[in-house]
């Protein structure tokens, strides 16, 4: 029996435990998984691409796409918005093919509740200590942005619990297998006869 309907895979961390690395991983390891590029008004990082890392769009422009109801979630984090879009979701997901979201917490418990069928993972570091010294270690905010981010990464370590699954990024291959088994368990399941 084929599957018409595609999964949503959310992925969410706190800062500095690793999705990015995780991610690259996967789609080595499964190219055929597509990622949904957020929409950020953020300012690039070196090394990002735009329409690739994230579409970088202005404020104004941010605000005319929630005015429209392009977005599927959004949030303002860390004083930039951030928004995944709604139709390049729903067009995967139609075609059958499975689709990647990386989001903070406030976008995946929005996600939950308009598409409770996802699955959702939480991707944890192996102690707090290494998370602070990966935020601190990246060099890419300054002192009181880095501060903020730390702090709120010990928060959302108190969400985990709201998903499904949580997975521990202690090596970067170990955990990318993990998730791709999580794929291939909830496959398996929606296949399983009622």
Known sequence: ?????????????????????????????????????????????????????????????????????????????????????RRQVEDALKRGEDIILKIDVQGAAFVKRRKPDGLF????????????NRLTGRNTESPQALEVRQREALVELGL???????VCNRHVDETAREILALIAAE???RRAPV
């Open 160 to 166: 985990a619990k709201d998903y499904e699954h949580v």
């Open 1 to 85: 029996m084929i599957e018409k309907q595609g999964l949503l895979i959310v992925i969410s961390g706190p800062s500095g435990v690793g999705k990015d690395t995780v991610l690259r991983r996967l789609f080595e390891l499964a190219p055929e998984l597509r990622y949904s590029v957020s929409y950020t008004t953020r300012p690039k990082r070196p090394g990002e691409i735009d329409g690739q890392s994230y579409r970088f769009v202005t404020e104004p422009e941010f605000l005319d796409l929630i005015a429209k109801k392009e977005f599927l979630e959004w949030a303002k984090v860390y004083d930039h918005y951030y928004g995944t879009s």
């Open 187 to 189: 496959h398996a399941r």
């Open 121 to 132: 993972i939480f991707i944890t570091p192996p102690s707090t200590d290494e998370l602070l």
